[in-house]
């Protein structure tokens, strides 16, 4: 079976451009999740989706907006980029289930860095 | 919202000695998961508590679930150096959004 894959792996970018990040889960993983890692904040909640619905956002502003599509695929975009968005992006997925919150599988990240 | 804290932040043992990490919410707990990322790596699941005072173990690894469902920790026994990396606490409060906890950063000397 195969893992969660993010693409591209490293990017970079100058301020005031954009980015688009793509995860496809794991077959059969609904749920997709992104993240936000920098060594100063750790593991930041960005959003989650779930049948393509966003069902829950963390504390980032409007510049950072996500999307998943009918097969599970999740991208995320990142509009006039700023010199903090340099961080690693993580999206991991999970299968859902009637108990609750699932066990998240992480991609292996994509690493923006904006000059 | 849902404050955690996870302490230490850092910790740096000899090889063979034990390590303990703790995360502690402001708020009552649906369910605490743990995570181990290598240096390098990626997050990868340890283990997932659901009920009050519930304790499990992995071979070394020992996790705890407070009575109050508010915190949590996670021992291990006698490290080795593949124990070497950030363990991160994830606790829910609700069904789809998991926050980790700021993590702990552990080294060993061999």
């Known amino acids: 079976k195969a893992g969660v894959t993010q693409t591209p792996r490293y990017l970079i970018k100058t301020r005031g451009q954009q980015v688009t990040l793509s995860c496809s889960p794991i077959?059969?993983?609904?749920?997709v999740s992104w993240y936000q890692q920098t060594p100063g904040q750790g593991l930041q909640f960005l959003f989650e989706?779930?049948?393509?619905?966003?069902?829950n956002k963390g504390n980032f502003p409007g510049r950072f907006s996500g999307r998943q599509f009918s097969n599970s695929r999740s991208e995320m975009n990142v509009s006039t980029l700023e010199l903090g968005d340099s961080a690693l992006y993580l999206c991991a997925s999970s299968f859902l289930t009637g108990l609750g919150t699932g066990e998240l599988f992480f991609g292996e990240g994509s690493r923006l860095t904006v000059l | 919202g849902q404050q955690v804290m996870q302490i230490p932040q850092y910790q740096h043992v000899q090889e063979g000695e034990d390590f303990t990490t703790y995360c502690n919410s402001s708020?009552?707990?649906?369910?605490i998961q743990w995570y181990k990322q290598r240096p390098g790596g990626h997050p990868v699941f340890l283990i997932q508590l659901v009920k009050s005072g519930e304790v499990k173990k992995q071979k070394r690894l020992t996790f705890q679930f407070g009575e109050a469902k508010k915190n949590s920790s996670l021992h291990i026994t006698a490290t080795q150096t593949t124990d070497v990396g950030t363990y991160f606490c994830a606790p829910s409060s609700s069904a789809s959004k998991i926050i980790f906890g700021s993590g702990t950063r552990l080294s060993i000397r061999p």
């Open positions: 077959s059969g993983h609904r749920s």
């Open positions: 989706y779930f049948s393509e619905t966003q069902r």
């Open positions: 708020t009552t707990l649906s369910n």
